[in-house]
């Protein structure tokens, strides 16, 4: 039994996770109805960029500046901070809302960054985050690409950053679960302390039709052991930034993920080079 079959093992029991062994382990949201349109996608105005340091016995292993890969050999940023760091912001370069790809293509300088115990964090120069405070992303742009990208962003944290910094986390970058979340999030990272390894860059990301600047859902696609899985991420605009809208029935999150034969309608989400 090679190292990801022993893993798909261990996490049998915690499936709120968007990562892949020879089993998927995948969280699916329940899918909330749409709600009214309000457009902000053409806002122009650059936005200020902000990072805290964080000294952290789990910070990636090897040399900051130097790239390295996940475990499935995807390109990985290493900054010198493993909260990772946001990148200045041209919000001109986002994506055009008339194009036929709106809702699957990928950000402008899209990169995942190697973050504790090697968890694959996004940050794009284009849609978000602007800021990464005590371990906290956010800023992220109201459209489908910041959407999809505080849905990875708000996954990876919870369940690979630090114990003094993945609590606020849950309770800044979710809407809803309150502290029965905060416990039964404890629980799976307890369960699976090494999930961090296996927070990969996703196989592929589509935002469903029918978003609207304040609600959306992300598609987040990866491995299975045949073929691929998605999970829904439902995202809510609240309180100025996209956040995870939790489903009254928390224990939904750890239903399984939903098998796909194929990923022509996903967009390629890979990163590229700074």
């Known amino acids: ?51 805290t340091t964080l000294a952290n016995p789990t910070a990636p292993t090897g040399l ?23 990148l200045p912001q041209d919000p001109r370069s986002r994506s055009d809302p008339s194009q036929p790809n709106y809702l699957t293509v ?5 990169q995942w960054q190697r973050g504790w115990g090697g968890a694959a964090l996004p940050v794009s120069s284009s849609d978000g985050p602007t800021s990464i405070e005590a371990g906290v992303a956010s800023g992220f742009a109201n459209t489908p690409q910041g ?35 905060v416990d039964r999030i404890a629980q799976s990272r307890a369960e699976t302390p090494n999930a961090a390894t296996y927070l ?7 935002i469903l039709p029918g978003y609207r600047p304040d ?16 999970a829904n991420w439902p995202m809510v605009w609240h309180e100025g ?11 939904s999150l750890w239903d399984p993920a939903v098998p796909v034969s194929s990923l022509i309608e996903f967009g390629v989400w890979k990163g590229t080079a700074p």
């Open 106 to 110: 990928a950000p402008a300088r899209l």
């Open 215 to 230: 609600f959306a859902v992300v598609q987040i696609a990866v491995r299975a052991n045949s073929g691929w899985a998605y």
């Open 1 to 51: 039994m090679n190292a990801q079959d022993v893993f798909a093992v261990k996490v049998s029991r915690s499936r709120f996770i968007v990562l892949i062994s020879t089993t998927v382990v995948v969280v699916t949201l329940t899918v909330l109805g749409v709600t009214h349109h309000r457009d902000h996608s053409n806002d122009s105005s650059p936005a200020p960029v902000t990072s």
């Open 200 to 206: 990969v860059v996703p196989e592929g990301i589509r």
């Open 147 to 181: 959407a999809a990208l505080a849905a990875c962003d708000a996954l990876a944290r919870a369940f690979s950053a630090p114990e003094d910094i993945w609590r606020n986390v849950v309770r800044d970058r979710y809407a809803g679960g309150g502290q029965a979340l």
């Open 241 to 251: 930034d996209w956040r995870v809208r939790v489903p009254d029935d928390i224990e």
């Open 64 to 86: 900051p500046g130097l790239p390295t890969t996940d475990i499935f050999g995807n390109r990985l940023e290493v900054p010198s901070d493993p909260a990772g760091e946001p």
